[in-house]
Each structure stands twice: as structure tokens, then as C-alpha cells.
């Protein structure tokens, strides 16, 4: 882990992902028609998520085994897990999750991301330009190849946790 190299003689951090928010995302993928044909997953997953983002913050004896069962699974222990977690933004409410899902900076980062990837060949050989892949947003927004649509950013189950329906 980061926190690892960090602490060895001589190392100096020269970036970490905290200069370029919103860039880099941990998120949930589900493929398309999985999800179309069995909505409950869309639910489950997304409820399950803030379960476990709630535990996590809870600063008790079961927040602290299970930070430590996962530190355990990344191969670290709870000092190594949570510096990782202390540079690592999620989303602890629905209402933030959905806030982040429905901005008009969320569609402008991805632009920017699509961009570099195009720029360092990431988007495959056959990519034209940056707008190889196809990207939806809320509100209707949609960036790159409509053909291709590749990543849909749907904030509807999001949505869901904050009205509770989950």
C-alpha cells in the first residue's frame, strides 16, 4: 500500500489522487441488461453499499473488526487500511452519493478523463478521438460516441436510498 512505500528512507510522494478530484472513482459496474433484468441487484448492491460505508464510520467495536477484516483482505493491517481510507473520498450518505451523481461536474471530469485516456492510447488502437466511448449522465447529459455508449453514470438507485426506497 501507498502508506507502505511512504514510510521507507528516501521515498518522496510526488502525487496522489487527491490533486485531481472526482478523476479517479472508485465505483459500483453492472453490466446494462444484467441490471435492466433484475432490478433488485441495482437495489441490493446500492443498499448494501451504504450499510457498509455506515458501519465503517461508526467508531465502534463492530466498525473497528470490520475495518480490520478488510485491512486483513487488502493485505495490510488497520493502520495501512485506514491511511488508504484516510485519502480516499466515499460517499458516506445517499444524499452526497447523489449529489456528486447528478452534478454538472461529474460530466466536465469524465470529459477530461476521456481526454488523457485518448491522449495516452488507452482507449484502444481503433480510438478516433476522445470520444470513442459513449458516456450518459443524469438530466440526459451525454458525452462521446452515442453509438458506443459504454458507461451510463445512473444516480436513479442512488436516488432511491434518499427517498428511502431501497
Do not use: C
Not at 448494501?48 to 461508526?58: D, G, T
Not at 461529474?106 to 459513449?134: C, I, M, W, Y
Amino acid at each position: 500500500m501507498l502508506s507502505d512505500i511512504k514510510a521507507k528512507p528516501g521515498v518522496t510522494e510526488v502525487f496522489n489522487s487527491s490533486q485531481i478530484p472526482g478523476e479517479i472513482m472508485d465505483m459500483m459496474v453492472v453490466n446494462t441488461q444484467t441490471l435492466k433484468d433484475n432490478p433488485a441487484l441495482g437495489k441490493a448492491l446500492t443498499g448494501a453499499w451504504f450499510e457498509v460505508v455506515a458501519l465503517m464510520n461508526a467508531k465502534n467495536a463492530q466498525s473497528k473488526a470490520a475495518l480490520e477484516h478488510m485491512a486483513k483482505a487488502s493485505g495490510t493491517d488497520l493502520a495501512g487500511f485506514q491511511a488508504q481510507l484516510d485519502t480516499t473520498k466515499l460517499f458516506a450518505t445517499p444524499k452526497e452519493a447523489l449529489e456528486f451523481a447528478t452534478s454538472k461536474q461529474l460530466p466536465d471530469t469524465q470529459r477530461k478523463v476521456a481526454d488523457f485516456s485518448f491522449a495516452h492510447g488507452l482507449l484502444g488502437e481503433g480510438a478516433r478521438d476522445a470520444n470513442a466511448v459513449g458516456m450518459s449522465f443524469a438530466n440526459g447529459v451525454m458525452l462521446g460516441d452515442k453509438g458506443n455508449l459504454k458507461l451510463h453514470f445512473d444516480p436513479s438507485y442512488v436516488q432511491m436510498a434518499v427517498d428511502g426506497k431501497l
